[in-house]
């Protein structure tokens, strides 16, 4: 298995641009999901395939990726996305799953 | 639309067993992993392995390897997670998920149990 790191927090002021970054040498070749977690509720998926935005996601948010580097943006922050955000990414088969350590993300 | 319905909570003590549940609807239950997630009070999400319904495959994660047990019973669409002796560092919410093995992304999500144990 290999490790993926994300920073543990983000703090933005509402209405600012967030930005989570997620890192791991095995990134340039598997794709990376994102996850939304709220106090006491399941994970949801925001982000798949590094850049795709299930349906029902707010367009603010959307993903990008650079080399071992995979980055969460919410633009225009507002209140109700301050959540845990996860980065994941899968082995080559896709059998084998890592999370990230997880982001605090703080609406100031 | 896929749904994932997880057993309620749990308390247990330690060196009792336990099996929870995940009932899928609304798509094959059979065609697709499911996989389990636990979550350590104020902790990340740790990916504890798979198991296909259809055929009652598993992956184990090598740090969760001989400490549960996956099993499923694809005629109800429902998997299990079990334990047969508890310890009181399995106190965690526990989360199954659908698990697409095309790109392993984990795109739908039970309610979670939460299994407490102690003495």
């Known amino acids: 298995s290999y490790e993926v790191t994300q920073p543990p927090s983000v703090s933005v002021s509402p209405g600012q641009t967030a930005r989570i970054t997620c890192s791991a040498d095995?990134?340039?070749?598997?794709?990376a999901y994102w996850y939304q977690q709220k106090p006491g509720q399941a994970p949801v998926l925001v982000i798949y395939k590094d850049t795709e935005r299930p349906s029902g996601i707010p367009e603010r948010f959307s993903g990008s990726s650079s080399g071992t580097i995979v980055t969460l943006t919410i633009s225009g922050v507002q209140a109700e996305d301050e959540a845990d955000y996860y980065c994941?990414?899968?082995?080559?088969?896709?059998?084998?799953?890592?999370f990230g350590g997880g982001t605090k993300l703080t609406v100031l | 639309e896929v749904q994932l319905v997880q057993s309620g909570a749990e308390v247990k003590k330690p060196g009792e067993s336990l099996k929870i549940s995940c009932k899928g609807s609304?798509?094959?239950?059979?065609?697709?992993?499911i996989a389990w997630v636990r979550q350590m009070p104020g902790e990340g999400l740790e990916w504890m392995g798979i198991i296909y319904p259809g055929d009652s495959d598993t992956r184990y994660s090598p740090s969760f390897q001989g400490q549960v047990t996956f099993s499923a019973d694809k005629s109800i669409s429902t998997a299990y997670l079990q334990w047969s002796s508890l310890k009181a560092s399995d106190s965690a919410i526990y989360y199954c998920?659908?698990?697409?093995?095309?790109?392993?992304?984990?795109?739908?999500w039970g309610q979670g149990t939460l299994v407490t144990v102690s003495s």
């Open positions: 998920a659908r698990h697409d093995q095309t790109d392993g992304v984990l795109d739908y």
């Open positions: 095995a990134l340039p070749k598997q794709y």
């Open positions: 609304g798509s094959s239950f059979t065609n697709y992993w």
């Open positions: 994941q990414s899968a082995d080559s088969s896709h059998t084998y799953v890592v």
